[in-house]
Each structure stands twice: as structure tokens, then as C-alpha cells.
């Protein structure tokens, strides 16, 4: 049967398909070896498993996707093996993510959404359950049944929550903003510790250095150009370090003809109109 001139001219005008190179192919080789010193055969991680639930590769995939946070997992652990990082210490760090991940996938939790995390390390999460059944122990082995659980020492739980929060950073879960309103495991260092920043935190300091940075700079670059022979200003005011509701909240800097008492910073602690420009 003859073929319409149409289907020819259409298969003439069809775009050739673009190659495939190693630009737009991605790589599902996942598998990392750690070896632990004194042990004769290493450790073998295939983060392609972890984007299945519970990290079983029988099971479906994860929804959402899990796949560029496992290549994420793969670039970390090559790039501590090669700052040559305790590979025990790897070992531990990966078997309380996997064994996180697993458990939040049992439990139907997203788990890098805070309700997971919570569900796990909240103050009535999963490792406080488990700390709970360990504090009131049998007397005896057989008095428990097959399968029922002895629970977890305070010190095993924190160094597990320790290691899982080490860990979900790396995969793009900063958990930072929730630690203030949990509960500390035994062992854990609560007073005289430099805590880091959270991010709304960070993000705040960041907004309030980059107001007084421009403030002072434009003022100065003013006082150059009216000025150009003189010492630069030993006073200034409304310098902006803050804005709220689109009002800002100004400092004065320097001393006042000549004055000490006021000292070097005074803050002027009011509200001015909102720029205009």
C-alpha cells in the first residue's frame, strides 16, 4: 500500500533524537564499600535500596522520590573516605539513618518532614518509647516473650539521635530549628554549650547586618561628597539595623560634640517613617 507524501514530508522534517551522553544520563551506581579497621570484609551500601520503603529493594519506590537525596548520601560518604574519616564511625552514622528512614516508612511518616522526625526523636517519639521500656527492666531474661522488646539505654538513644542528626542535614533536612523544644537524653551537654544558630536566627542576623551595612555606607559616601577634605563624621544617626511592618528601627553611632557620656553606641530604640525610593 502507497504511503502519503504528507507522512513522507513529516518524517523528513522529524528532529533527529540528541545523543545521549554523559551530560544527560544519570548514574544509578550507588554502591559504597566502608571497611572498619579489624575487620576482614567491609561494609556494602547500595543507596538505590534506601529509594525504596524501608530501604528494602523488594518493596515499591518512595514517594516522593528519594533518588537525588541518596546521590547526595553517595557523594558524602566518597568524600569523607577520601578526608579519610573513621570508617566506624561511618558505619554507626548510616545505620541510624537507615534504620530511621525504615522506620518512619513503617509508620507512613515522611521522614524528612518534622511530623517523621518528631514521630522518632519527639519528646514522645519512638526513642523515648523505647527509653521508657528500658528503665523499668524485667528481673529476669525469660521472663520476656519471643520478639518483645528490651528497649534502649538513655546513652544508646542519644547516641543514635546524635548520629540521625548529623546525618539529615546532609540530605538537604536541617532538624537545627526543632532542638529547642525537645527533651535531652541523659549524657546530653545542655549547659555551657555554644548552640548553633537556627535558621531564623541566621537568617535575621544576616538582614540586620546587610540594613546597618548599607545605612552607614550610604551616609558615609554622603559626607565624602559634601566634604571631600574632611576627617571622616565622629556622629551619626538613623542608622537602620532592623525593619519591621515596613518601619525601621534606627541606632545612633559615635559621640555627640564630643560628649562621652553617651558612649560609643547609643541606641535610639524608636520607629521612623519608612524610606521613601
Not at 101 to 123: E, M, R, T, V
Not at 218 to 234: D, G, R
Request: aromatic residues 10%.
Amino acid at each position: 500500500m502507497a504511503k502519503s507524501r504528507l507522512a513522507a514530508s513529516r518524517n523528513q522534517n522529524k528532529s533527529p533524537a540528541p545523543p545521549i551522553t554523559k551530560k544527560n544520563v544519570t548514574s544509578l551506581d550507588l554502591i559504597v564499600d566502608i571497611r572498619p579497621e579489624g575487620v576482614l570484609n567491609s561494609t556494602r551500601h547500595n543507596f538505590i535500596y534506601w529509594c525504596h520503603e524501608q530501604c528494602d529493594p523488594k518493596k515499591p519506590l518512595a514517594k516522593p522520590s528519594r533518588l537525588e537525596r541518596m546521590q547526595k548520601l553517595k557523594r558524602w560518604v566518597d568524600q569523607e573516605k577520601k578526608n579519610e574519616t573513621n570508617a566506624w564511625s561511618l558505619v554507626v552514622k548510616l545505620s541510624a539513618l537507615k534504620t530511621y528512614i525504615a522506620f518512619c516508612d513503617i509508620k507512613k511518616f515522611d521522614p524528612f518532614s518534622q511530623a517523621g522526625y518528631l514521630y522518632y526523636a519527639g519528646n514522645s517519639g519512638e526513642l523515648r518509647r523505647l527509653v521508657d521500656i528500658a528503665s523499668e527492666p524485667k528481673k529476669y531474661q525469660f521472663q520476656y516473650h519471643n520478639g518483645e522488646e528490651f528497649g534502649l539505654l538513655e546513652s544508646s538513644a542519644l547516641q543514635k539521635k546524635m548520629n540521625l542528626d548529623s546525618m539529615l542535614p546532609v540530605l538537604d533536612f536541617d532538624v537545627s530549628d526543632m532542638q529547642a523544644t525537645l527533651k535531652s537524653f541523659t549524657g546530653e551537654i545542655t549547659d555551657f554549650a555554644t548552640l548553633p544558630y537556627t535558621s531564623s536566627e541566621w537568617y535575621a542576623l544576616v538582614r540586620r547586618t546587610q540594613l546597618l551595612f548599607f545605612s552607614l555606607v550610604t551616609q558615609l559616601i554622603a559626607f565624602k561628597e559634601e566634604n571631600p577634605e574632611s576627617p571622616p563624621p565622629q556622629y551619626l544617626e538613623n542608622i537602620v539595623v532592623e525593619r519591621i511592618d515596613n518601619r525601621d528601627i534606627t541606632i545612633t553611632l559615635g559621640r555627640k560634640n564630643g560628649s562621652a557620656s553617651e558612649g560609643l553606641v547609643t541606641c535610639s530604640n524608636r520607629f521612623t517613617q519608612p524610606v521613601k525610593g
